[in-house]
């Protein structure tokens, strides 16, 4: 697809029509990764977005127990001097 490189103020843009903002899910952000020879863009998704839903499945399928010991087992605090 061709797009029209615009004048915008003192810089230039490119217009994307809507349809293409909505079909890859962009907001109000885009992230611009560089490759050799050509950009990407790629839609900025807020940090954590989708962990509640995975957290949930975590815990329904019993995924969500420590694989280690608890570094702050009660034992533990028995030898700081407070």
């Not at 990407?40 to 977005?49: D, H, I, T």
């Amino acid at each position: 697809m061709e797009v029209p490189v615009i004048k915008i103020g003192n810089s230039k843009g490119i217009l994307l029509k809507k349809t293409i903002l909505e079909r890859y899910g962009i907001g109000e952000k885009i992230e611009i990764i560089m490759k050799q020879g050509h950009m990407e863009l790629k839609a900025v998704s807020p940090p954590r977005q989708g962990w509640d839903k995975a957290f949930k499945e975590m815990h329904e399928s019993g995924d969500d127990e420590l694989i280690g010991d608890d570094i702050l087992d009660d034992d533990l605090f028995d030898e700081w001097e407070w």
